[in-house]
């Protein structure tokens, strides 16, 4: 009975049968009163034993199964996943002893292939451009996001605040025989602290926390306690960080293998310093990545794609044998083999497969010349190769570092920038002998160098004959070189290492068939050598024959080249040489002076020693007796003087002829720590008479053997034709201070001279042309292609053969790769050889100028339905079942539209023509313009593709600059001239606000021209590394500003300033039926009456003030009252006042219904994400279209635009009406505005996930649930913030829009975008694929958004930047008040208090979700998975309702009022989680307190009302009864002006706005905060101090609790900043 039943409704039980017997045993009903039961029930009822009983089920139709238990190591992949597949099939004639699945099982088994390629085979190149991006990415916003949160958080290893993870780490230290406080990877400390090695991407290892960082240490060091010790910096390991650290094992059973890809797991490889992509997790599980039509997909969503599925040769192994088992029974029947395998092999033998098409031959047509004076030209480019190189791991990705100053080790040549070296978090350098170097970045320019090597580089290279046969006569041809003269090599890539270039040349059977040969030039640095010694820089061949890994007896492992040659700089004999075989002889070496081991400087201590004599001893005692009996037991144990190791190494070399290298002499250990294997590293130093030597230890990266001792001429172990000789295995470095040790056996390494061996560039009969100034759509051309060529180019496209031209399908289809391929062998490094020697007709450089595109005459850019196919319509319809609205298009519509799309014209074409044997590829840039255009126009009205102009660039994708990611910034306007305006009384601008209204002034008088853009990128199929950009653009009038000036600095009293200048033009364009005179301020609801009293306080040129709280205040106002209105104010949640939305509909279509009224969505919208984890990093992964899969999620997107069709749809008919002067309540929207203020603007870009229907129902029965505040869909409805076309918004203006906030939160593009939108429809580049359309997409279209879309290139994403920055410079200003605040002192005060050991019980069993030995008081929010269904929010409102946290606020109060009795306190709180209700139930119990608390059923106009009581003096007997102390929700912290009679403002409780996970914003939740705060401390504030106090609760014992992790994070400076945007 398998512990998980597949049993299908209607199945009918008959009984069972216990194992060994064939009787069948009937089946008793559990409770004869119980219609129905459960299998589970049904089992335990009749006592069946699961393990042993077959349960037999009566059906019409018979199947048998068969099980396999199957592992991904079996079928050639690097990965260990047990997975157990069941085959499952009708058997012929109702036969239950078939026997087909054996045969199944046997097709399956003889279909494995054991691993044959380490993990690294199977990851990206680093410099690929998804790891680029991924590592721009972590330097952008979302990881300085997740680094921000990493930087707040206090020390781990703190056993009073840590959580449960802490007990995994020390326990794995402790079994590890580690020091506790050993960190030698990363030197981890509280707050963010770390120094990494070198080789480690900082970017990634700044998102990681201290747990994993701790990890990282046990894990290294747990590779040294092996007594075969390896160094993780240089030996090949897997570790998923993901992982509690006593649970991951540091290495799998097998070298080069991974544990089990899973959902959520980080796989980390140390050796590499980096992560897995999610990308490369799929191709660990054999999916072909670059096949797969993927869209914008996150990197954790292709994770978990990997983690999700099944490893793709096991299933394709099981599919196939699944077919083929019938045919294999019918044969084996037929033969005489009593085994199945027998039989399988047979087949195998008599059928064999198809031989390869061989593209040997013995004579290749063309010209050949000796590469002689090629390696004299690289020779003469190395000093060149070295400065234009890697100099920091920053650069490994493509990468050029901002910084022109490095940092480079005397001793070990290590480099980093200084950029990435800083005392908080960076590189190790202490360890290391440093010295400074500038490169400038002309110097140091990676492009400059790369297309010089590519006009130099031939295309194909070939081997002369004689010298291929010279190498194979050595040793019968050890290297199996043998034919290698027959193949061409062609140029496969350059790319660039650290301190050198590499050319990799590949020979391939059938031509574009696996490779069966390297060749490989570096120029550059050829040895590694310290900075005393003569550098040895040039340029080197190797030749290298892969056929031991393709023929049997197979060759596992790295393969070492058979041949080189090298021509150093200023040098002109070059010598080819092969290595020899290797002689013995013996060295004596003896040690003096003592320094630690390596696994002493990692902090082992003896436990790990005597760990290993117990396991020899106990569980591996018989293996350990083998492993002596052959000598290996220094495989087993470690050394007696293991943790010592000699500071000088005297080595007495009498063992070589005079014509070899003596390797004898004094070498003395250097400390770089990282830089070589186990940190050991002895140098013999350069004299005249002797070169510099190096004593190391190389590793086995692969880890399929012990690390060896070695001597070579270069400080890296990895040039392996620097090493001179070689030790036993079994000697270690402790062994030179024994006397019985000394004595060592060496294999010393030699080389023969090649005399005849000669590497040729070949010639080809291709030639390339690239017509320069014609106006075709060629763009380059490959002629002189063999038939061969032709048909293998056209074989998917024309099967026949019969067409003579050919257009080639390279962008979309199953086939596609297979053609890309052969053009990429056949014409890539041609045409980028061609391009670097003569150019192509559009310029490739870097700094070209834009190249513009006519209109062209039969339609618009933008407007083309050809290129651009409009996606189906969908309409609405009412589901009488669900009762619901859904979306639906006609019938076939989207299949058509795919259709349509894969017939629309491309951007490259490549063309195949026979009868000339050449293939042309075309370029249209057109095609981009039309796609570039239609983002800039799409959606925006008619008439706008006029204004647009096209132009385009070429560009080469890798020599592409990375965005400067730098924070936004808001300037002041200290340099514009003033501009007054008349206040009442004495009142006046300050000269700051004079500037700021010049700047808003000149925005609404249509002044400030901007250049709005969109760019599209269509990259070019292949490896040519081409994409063609084209850039849309069009000048536009700025129709709106953001005042951002600092809390308290006066933006209101500008805003009538902006009122005031324009008010005599508004009331003269005032004009019936809907043209007001009036400005619509649009505010919270708190600040309608702060708005009116200040206009009131400031002028009396706007007597017509209109307030409309809700729709109760709108209905006694007339339409003449709106059109001869000054100032209308109203709140922005107006669309969720009770009947607002019902007027609307009565007027617009005159029903009455409930029914057509549409519903404001409940929910808040979707959320942006804005750190790196959960998209970049695995975290709580984000759905890959949106959560598009799941119903709740799509059934809210339909409910959000389905209220948005019908809100608008009203909206139209609703201006087409015709109202008389006097009719009263006519909708805001029906009326046009002279300009419109919307105060606090961020609250409606600012999303947060607010559970608003879950709140209603707590809220009727207790105060345990959400309160509602705000609903910022509503706002955001009502302001039109996603309708492109300005005209169609709800809110209509003449002149211009402004919005008003001190905390703007610009912290990422989208939000930029956003703003720019919602302020006059200012386009910035990125806007029609902004994130905020997921709110209320259809599941189809949200698919297409991701399918369709391109990935923002680097190009595109460094617009985007510059462009939001370019905004906010023209629209926005930020000045601060410091003459305002002049006296006035902020005094912030943190009062702890600690809660009791009740409380404390209380507080860890709130922890809803979190598993019993995880819960704790040093619990963080992030450790909420609300994926896995934790619940925060019960844990949360658990906190703010401590009766300690209740008792400490009304201390403080009693405490303030000691001081003075007639003060007014203001505390804040978070409503979300009824944190406001706790506070007043505190203050309201303590009878000499109390407070005023807004009621939930209090209107808009009582809510003001209760304000102004703390707002004014007391004056009346009445107004001094009333409560000292005003209670208010986080929600109501903006804009209030509370200064006048409050100094004193508590801080009831940290504010958190989030699930847990990711979920949440610190920018935002700081930024509130600060608003809060900004109610007093403002201008206006009598008093000399103001007092802010943040309540902190502790544990019994004084341990950290959330409060402390909050307070911190809140306060986090870099936090504040990124929330004020200030450049100052």
């Known amino acids: 009975v398998p512990a998980e039943y597949g049993v299908r409704c209607g199945a009918t039980v008959s009984g069972y049968t216990k194992k060994g017997s064939e009787v069948t045993f009937g089946i008793k009903w559990p409770n004869k009163s119980k219609k129905s039961c459960t299998l589970d029930e049904l089992i335990k009822h009749n006592g069946i034993d699961r393990k042993t009983a077959t349960l037999l089920l009566e059906s019409d139709v018979v199947y048998c199964t068969k099980y396999l238990p199957v592992d991904t190591k079996k079928f050639g992949l690097p990965q260990t996943r047990q997975r157990v597949y069941m085959f499952v099939w009708q058997p012929d004639n109702g036969n239950f002893d078939d026997d087909l699945g054996d045969y199944w ?70 079994k590890l025989g580690m020091e506790d406080r050993a960190r030698p990877q990363t030197q981890w400390g509280p707050f963010g602290e ?25 894990l290294h060091a747990s590779s040294a306690r092996d007594a075969e010790c390896h160094d993780s910096n240089h030996s090949s390991f897997v570790w998923n960080i993901s992982q509690n650290c006593s649970r991951e094992k540091h290495r799998q059973a097998k070298a080069g293998i991974a544990s089990c890809i899973t959902p959520g797991g980080d796989p980390f490889i140390p050796n590499a310093g980096r992560t897995l992509l999610g990308c490369e997790k799929l191709l660990l599980q054999g999916i072909p990545l670059f096949r797969l039509q993927l869209g914008n997909e996150t990197e954790v969503q292709l994770g978990d794609l990997a983690g999700n599925a099944m490893s793709l040769p096991v299933v394709n192994a099981t599919i196939l044998a699944g077919i083929m088992c019938k045919q294999l029974r019918r044969e084996h029947i037929d033969s005489s083999n009593s085994d199945i395998e027998k039989t399988l092999k047979d087949v195998n033998e008599t059928k064999p497969q198809a031989q390869l098409k061989s593209a040997c031959t013995s004579k290749f047509v063309g010209e050949t010349t000796d590469t002689e004076a090629l390696f004299k030209e690289l020779a003469a480019l190395s000093k060149q190769a070295v400065e234009s ?82 190498i194979a006569a050595i040793n019968k041809d050890k290297y199996r070189v043998a034919g290698l003269s027959d193949y061409m090599f062609s140029l496969h890539r350059i790319k660039r290492d650290r301190r050198k270039w590499i050319a990799l040349y590949y ?88 320094t630690q081991s390596f696994r002493k400087q990692v902090g082992l201590t003896d436990i790990a020693a005597e760990a290993m004599v117990a396991n020899s001893k106990g569980p591996q005692k018989a293996h350990f007796k083998a492993a002596k009996a052959r000598g290996e037991s220094r495989r087993w144990h470690y050394a007696d003087n293991w943790k010592v190791w000699p500071k000088e190494l005297i080595i007495d070399d009498g063992r070589m002829d005079d014509s070899d290298v003596n390797v004898g002499g004094t070498y003395i250990r250097v400390g770089c720590l990282h830089t070589f294997n186990q940190n050991a590293c002895w140098i013999r130093k350069e004299t005249d008479s002797s070169p510099e030597l190096y004593f190391l230890i190389k590793p086995d990266v692969s880890r399929n053997g012990p690390d060896s001792c070695i001597i070579s001429s270069s400080s890296c172990y990895g040039d392996i034709s620097s090493i001179l000789a070689t030790l036993p295995w079994e000697w270690q470095p402790c062994d030179a201070l024994k006397e019985e040790l000394q004595n060592v056996k060496v294999a010393t390494h030699s080389t023969l001279e090649l005399k005849h061996m000669k590497c040729l560039a070949l010639k080809t009969n291709f030639s390339v042309e690239a017509p320069k100034e014609d106006d075709s759509a060629v763009l380059i051309k490959m002629n002189g292609l063999s038939t061969t060529d032709i048909d293998d180019l056209c074989s998917r496209d024309d099967e026949s053969g019969s067409k003579n031209v050919v257009a080639l399908n390279v962008h979309r289809g199953a086939k596609v790769q297979q053609t890309v391929r052969r053009y990429n062998h056949l014409c890539a490094a041609p045409f980028l050889k061609h391009a670097a020697e003569q150019g192509v007709k559009y310029d490739l450089k870097l700094d070209s100028t834009w190249m513009s595109i006519q209109q062209p005459g039969n339609v618009f850019f933008g407007r083309c339905q050809r290129t651009i196919p409009p996606r189906p319509e969908e309409r609405w319809i009412y589901d009488d079942e669900r009762k619901e609205w859904v979306r639906t298009s006609e019938i076939m519509a989207s299949r058509e539209y795919f259709s349509t799309l894969q017939s629309a014209p491309q951007c490259f074409e490549f063309v195949a023509d026979r009868k000339e044997g050449s293939l042309t590829v075309k370029c249209n840039p057109k095609v981009a313009a039309h796609h570039a255009a239609f983002g800039l126009i799409e959606g925006r009205g008619e008439g706008m593709e006029r204004d647009v102009s096209l132009s385009f660039r070429l560009l080469s994708i890798s020599q592409q600059k990375d965005p400067v990611l730098r924070r936004f910034l808001l300037h002041n306007c200290r340099e514009l001239d003033e501009t007054s305006v008349e206040l009442k009384g004495n009142f006046d601008l300050y000269e700051r606000q004079k500037k700021a209204l010049t700047k808003m002034l000149n925005i609404e008088g249509g002044n400030v021209d901007f250049e709005e853009i969109e760019m599209s990128e269509q990259p070019m199929p292949g490896s040519t590394g081409w994409s063609l950009v084209a850039k849309a653009k069009r000048t536009s009038q700025l129709k709106g500003g953001v005042i951002a000036d600092a809390i308290g600095s006066g933006k209101t009293v500008i805003s009538i300033a902006i009122i005031l200048k324009g008010i005599a033009a508004a009331r003269k364009r005032s004009k019936f039926p809907r043209k007001s005179s009036a400005t619509l301020v649009v505010v919270p609801p708190a600040l309608i009456s702060q708005w009116r009293d200040e206009i009131k306080k400031f002028t009396d040129e706007l007597p017509n003030v209109l307030c409309i709280y809700d729709d109760s205040s709108l209905k006694s106002i007339t339409v003449e009252m709106m059109l001869e209105a000054d100032v209308v104010i109203c ?188 302020m006059g429809n200012a386009y910035v580049i990125g806007l029609s694929s902004h994130w905020r359309r997921l709110e209320r997409e259809s599941g189809r279209d949200i698919f297409l958004s991701n399918f369709l879309e391109p990935k923002q290139s680097r190009e595109i994403r460094k617009n985007i930047y510059a462009k939001c920055q370019d905004y906010l410079d023209f629209a926005c200003c930020k000045n601060k008040n410091e003459e305002d605040m002049e006296g006035i002192e902020l005094v912030e005060e943190v009062s702890a208090i600690r809660m009791s050991e009740d409380e404390g019980e209380l507080y860890k069993s709130s922890q809803s979700g979190i598993s019993p030995d995880s819960k704790g008081f040093g619990i963080k929010a992030e450790d909420f998975d609300p994926t896995a269904g934790h619940d925060i929010s019960r844990f949360l409102r658990q906190n703010a309702r401590l009766a300690s946290r209740g008792k400490k606020l009304v201390q403080l109060c009693k405490q303030i009022l000691e001081g003075d009795e007639h003060t007014k306190i203001v505390v804040f709180a978070d409503g979300r989680i009824s944190a406001g209700h706790a506070a007043a139930d505190f203050l309201r119990n303590e009878e000499s307190l109390g407070c005023t608390f807004f009621d939930e059923n209090d209107s808009v106009e009582e809510q003001n009302k209760k304000l102004a009581w703390y707002q004014y003096a007391d004056v009346t007997a009445e107004d001094k009864k009333r409560p000292r102390v005003l209670v208010l929700n986080f929600a109501h912290a903006a804009g209030l002006n509370l200064q006048a009679e409050c100094n004193n403002l508590i801080l009831f409780s940290p504010l958190y706005i989030g699930d847990g996970g990711t979920t949440s914003d610190p920018v935002a939740d700081a930024s509130t905060e600060l608003q809060a705060i900004g109610r007093v401390f403002r201008p206006g504030q009598p008093k000399s101090k103001v007092n802010v106090y943040r309540i902190h609760v502790q544990g019994p014992n004084g341990e950290e609790c959330l409060d402390g992790q909050l307070i911190r994070r809140n306060t986090d400076e870099e936090t504040i900043q990124m929330a004020v945007n200030a450049d100052d």
């Open 1131 to 1318: 709140p922005v949640d107006l669309l969720e006042a009770k009947n607002y939305m019902a007027r609307v509909t009565r007027l617009a279509t005159g029903s009455t219904k409930e029914f057509d009224v549409p519903k404001v969505p409940s929910n808040t919208g979707q959320v942006e994400k804005s750190g790196a984890q959960g998209v970049w990093i695995p975290a709580s992964s984000q759905d890959p279209y949106g959560g598009a899969n799941n119903a709740n999620n799509q059934k809210r997107r339909n409910e959000a635009a389905y209220f948005t069709y019908l809100y608008h749809d009203y909206i139209s008919k609703l201006r087409q009406k015709s109202f008389k002067g006097h009719e009263k309540g006519i909708p805001i929207e029906y009326f046009e505005w002279e300009r419109v203020f919307v105060d606090e603007i961020h609250e409606c870009l600012c999303t947060t996930k607010d559970e608003l229907s879950e709140a209603k129902k707590n809220n009727s029965n207790d105060k345990s649930g959400f309160h509602r505040e705000k609903n910022r869909r509503a706002g955001r409805e009502f302001l039109g913030i996603t309708t492109k076309d300005i005209a169609r918004r709800p809110l209509v203006f003449r002149t211009a829009i402004f919005g008003l906030t001190a905390t703007p939160l610009l912290d990422s593009t989208n939000r930029v975008i956003e703003l720019a939108n919602l």
């Open 389 to 470: 190189s890697i100099w920091c791991t920053c650069e490994t990705s493509g990468k050029t570092s901002s910084s022109e100053m490095f940092l480079r080790c005397r001793e070990c040549s290590m480099s980093v920038c200084r950029d990435c070296v800083h005392v908080k978090q960076g590189y190790q350098v202490d360890s290391h002998t440093i010295t400074e170097y500038i490169l400038s970045n002309e110097v140091h320019s990676q492009e400059e160098f790369e297309m010089k090597l590519r006009s130099i580089m031939p295309a194909n290279l070939i081997l002369g004959r004689d010298g291929v046969n010279e």
């Open 194 to 218: 770390m120094q990494v090695p070198w080789h480690y991407w900082l970017e990634y290892m700044k998102c990681n926390t201290q747990r994993r960082l701790d990890m990282l240490d046990v």
């Open 507 to 594: 020979a391939r059977e059938g031509r574009i068939g696996e490779t069966i040969g390297e060749f490989k030039f570096t120029i550059g640095e050829l040895e590694r050598k310290s900075e005393g010694a003569a550098a040895v820089i040039g340029v080197q061949g190797e030749l290298t024959s892969f056929f031991p890994a393709k023929k049997k007896p197979l060759c596992y492992g790295p393969i070492q080249p058979c041949a080189r040659t090298r021509l150093c700089q200023g040098e002109s004999e070059m010598t080819w040489i092969a290595k020899a075989p290797d002689t013995e002889g013996s060295l004596s070496i003896v040690g003096s002076g003592s």
């Open 105 to 174: 099982a046997a097709i399956v088994k003889h279909l494995e292939s054991d691993v044959r390629h380490s993990l690294e085979s199977f990851i990206l190149p680093v410099d690929h451009d998804n790891i680029r991006v991924f590592r721009e990415a972590l330097n952008g916003p979302a990881g300085r996001n997740t680094n921000r949160s990493i930087n707040q958080a206090p020390d781990f290893w703190d056993e009073k605040i840590s959580n449960a993870n802490l007990k995994h780490n020390k326990i794995a230290r402790q």
